[in-house]
C-alpha cells in the first residue's frame, strides 16, 4: 500500500479506542497526525507515542460539541500544519434509551456531537483540501445506522446522517480531488461495547458470521486504505467492516 508521507491527517476522538487504533495506523503510514479529543493527557501519551516511533503527532484539544472548540481546534492545527489532507470525524457518544423515555437533552446531544459537530469541522477544514486539490474525508459511521438498533433512535439516526453527508460530500467535491467515505463498524471491542453484560455479547455475536467481534485495529485498516493513493477511485461509498453481521 503506498505510503502517505507528507500528508497531515486529523483524527478526532483520538484519545481511545477505535480513533486512537487509526492514529496509530495513519502514522505507521507516513502521515503526520493531529490528535483531537477532550481528553489532553490521553493525547499527549499518544504523541509521544508515534514520536518515540519516528512519527509526527501533535495533540489539540477538541470538544466536539462545541462550536467554539471546533473554530479554535481548525484555527490551531491549520496554524501548525498549514493543511489536513485526511480528515477522520471518528468522535461520537451515545446515549442509549428506549423512544418512550428518551429525553429531548439525550436526542440533541447525541445528534450534536456525532452529526453537527462533524459538519461544522469538515467546513472549517475542507478549504484547505480544495486548495490542495486533495484530499481524503472519512466519517467513521456505524452498522447500527444502517440497520437500526431498538434503544438507540438518536445514535442510529446520528450515524445515518453521517452516511447522507458522505455521498453530499462527494458529490460536491470529486471535481476538487477530493474523496468522502464512510467506514460502518459492526461490534467492536472497544471501551463502549465493554458495558454489555455477557448475554448481550452472546446475542451480538450469534449475529456475526465470522463469529467474532472486531478489533479497533480492523477498522484502522479500513481507513488507512481509504485514506491511500489506492482508493482513489472510491467515494460517496460506505465500507462495512462487520464480520458479515449486515451485506448490502
Known amino acids: 500500500m503506498s505510503s502517505l508521507t507528507g500528508k497531515t491527517a486529523l483524527v478526532t476522538g483520538a484519545s ?136 438507540q433512535a438518536n445514535y442510529a439516526a446520528s450515524k445515518a446522517g453521517l452516511i447522507g453527508f458522505t455521498k453530499s460530500l462527494a458529490r460536491e467535491l470529486a471535481s476538487r480531488g477530493i474523496t468522502a467515505n464512510a467506514v460502518a463498524p459492526g461490534y467492536i471491542e472497544t471501551a463502549m461495547t465493554a458495558v454489555l453484560d455477557e448475554k448481550q455479547r452472546e446475542a451480538m455475536t450469534t449475529n456475526i458470521p465470522l463469529g467474532r467481534p472486531g478489533s479497533a485495529q480492523d477498522i484502522a485498516y479500513a481507513v488507512r486504505f481509504l485514506a491511500s493513493d489506492e482508493a482513489a477511485y472510491i467515494t460517496g461509498h460506505t465500507l462495512d467492516v462487520n464480520g458479515g453481521m449486515h451485506m448490502n
Open 16 to 151: 481511545q479506542g477505535i480513533g486512537r487504533a487509526i492514529a496509530l495506523e495513519l502514522a505507521r503510514a507516513g502521515a503526520n497526525v493531529a490528535l483531537a479529543a477532550r481528553n489532553e493527557a490521553a493525547l499527549a501519551e499518544l504523541a509521544q507515542e508515534i514520536t518515540a516511533a519516528g512519527g509526527t503527532a501533535q495533540p489539540f484539544a477538541l470538544d466536539i460539541s462545541s462550536e467554539d472548540s471546533i473554530k479554535e481546534c481548525a484555527k490551531a492545527i491549520l496554524a501548525h500544519f498549514g493543511t489536513v489532507h485526511i480528515l477522520v470525524n471518528n468522535a461520537g457518544i451515545t446515549k442509549d434509551t428506549l423512544l418512550l423515555r428518551m429525553k429531548r437533552a439525550d436526542w440533541d446531544s447525541v445528534l450534536n456531537t456525532n452529526l453537527t459537530g462533524t459538519f461544522l469541522l469538515t467546513q472549517a477544514l475542507v478549504s484547505s483540501m480544495m486548495k490542495a486539490r486533495w484530499g481524503r474525508i472519512i466519517h467513521i459511521s456505524s452498522v447500527v445506522g444502517e440497520i437500526g438498533q431498538a434503544g
